[in-house]
């Protein structure tokens, strides 16, 4: 079993930075990937970025150039550092695990507003 816990959300003005970090437990095979989704309000969860234990990464169109996700294998973390934050970004964000099946977190609630 593994279990992922988020942290780092936050409220940010328009322009601004935040970096998301999320922590698995358990056990942690591999080929796997690892990432981010979000959820916003009314809307379904859609993809944010992932990154494989081989660090081959993939982002939404939306993000590309403003985020970027990176993972440390051996401490098992996936970070998401979001530049030039947009209102419509704001959303829960979900920490992912995949192997074979999909292992999510809590969620950590960004606020993007002025």
């Known amino acids: 079993q593994v279990q992922l816990v988020e942290s780092g959300g936050g409220l940010v003005q328009p322009g601004g930075s935040l970096r998301l970090s999320c922590a698995a437990s358990?056990?942690?095979?591999?080929?796997?990937?690892m990432g981010w989704y979000r959820q916003a309000p009314g809307k379904q969860r859609e993809l944010v970025a992932t990154i494989t234990n081989g660090y081959r990464t993939n982002y939404a169109d939306s993000v590309k150039g403003r985020f970027t996700i990176s993972r440390d294998n051996a401490k098992k973390t996936v970070d998401l550092q979001m530049n030039s934050l947009k209102p419509e970004d704001t959303a829960v964000y979900y920490c992912?695990?995949?192997?074979?099946?999909?292992?999510w977190g809590k969620g950590t609630l960004v606020t993007v507003s002025s």
């Open positions: 358990g056990s942690i095979f591999s080929p796997n990937a």
């Open positions: 992912n695990y995949f192997y074979n099946m999909h292992y």
